[in-house]
């Protein structure tokens, strides 16, 4: 497993389209994230999946978006009807979290999928 | 709330100067886990170093160390004899009730030969 794979790497969108990204976590993680960052920010959090469920969603991510794990495996992250304020890097992560008291793992990212919509 | 705050928007140094960057955080939980990322101009956030808040020990990983100090709340990452290769935006990140990472906004470190 050579670490957290997401595809594609860049999309130039026009206004209006709808565009999917997927991401393929480290497999044995059981824990995936979605996150957003914008130039000369830091990422900012969209939502987690542990295994196939989702367990919260920022208020970042309007109805436009939306998120899936299916069978716990890679994930897919939607926005419909793009605007221009969609256009940043999003960023997807995996990490391997265990019960109370045994500790959380480090998050693993991918390479990203830099959006621009014209 | 969570709150990570990175001060320095940006840091200029020579090649072989030693570099701090602050990260300070905010956390109302006893239990949390403090981490810095790398991430160079390739995009790709590099994993460095996670930090429980049972564990103040410094670390020390090559040219690389860190100073945790609960007091103040803070997490700071030396790099000594640094190296153009350094050369990236620096993240520091928090992770409590064991749901999502906070980042702060990174410290561009650059360093020139």
């Known amino acids: 497993d050579t670490g957290v794979s997401q595809d594609p790497r860049h999309k130039i969108t026009k206004r209006g389209q709808n565009v999917t990204f997927r991401c393929d976590p480290i497999?044995?993680?059981?824990?995936l994230y979605w996150y957003r960052q914008t130039l000369g920010q830091g990422p900012e959090f969209l939502t987690y999946?542990?295994?196939?469920?989702?367990l919260e969603k920022s208020r970042l991510l309007s109805d436009r978006f939306s998120a899936e794990r299916p069978k716990g495996s890679f994930s897919t992250l939607e926005i419909q009807r793009t605007e221009q304020g969609d256009s940043a890097m999003y960023l997807c992560?995996?990490?391997?979290?265990?019960?109370w008291g045994q500790g959380f793992a480090e998050a693993f990212f991918g390479q990203g999928t830099r959006l621009t919509v014209v | 709330a969570q709150k990570v705050t990175q001060a320095q928007t940006e840091i200029s140094v020579v090649e072989k100067e030693d570099v701090t960057l602050d990260c300070v955080y905010e956390?109302?939980?006893?239990?949390?886990?403090l981490f810095w990322y790398k991430q160079p101009p390739s995009g790709e956030l590099v994993f460095l170093i996670r930090?429980?808040?049972?564990?103040?020990q410094n670390e020390i990983s090559g040219r690389y160390s860190w100073n945790f100090q609960k007091s103040t709340s803070s997490f700071n990452f030396t790099i000594t004899a640094s190296q153009v290769v350094d050369s990236a935006v620096y993240f520091c990140?928090?992770?409590?009730?064991?749901?999502?990472?906070?980042f702060g906004s990174g410290t561009k470190l650059n360093v020139k030969p």
């Open positions: 497999s044995e993680h059981n824990r």
């Open positions: 992560a995996s990490s391997l979290s265990h019960s």
């Open positions: 999946f542990q295994n196939e469920a989702q």
């Open positions: 956390t109302r939980d006893t239990t949390y886990y």
């Open positions: 990140a928090s992770l409590n009730n064991f749901n999502k990472f906070y």
């Open positions: 930090r429980n808040s049972f564990d103040e």
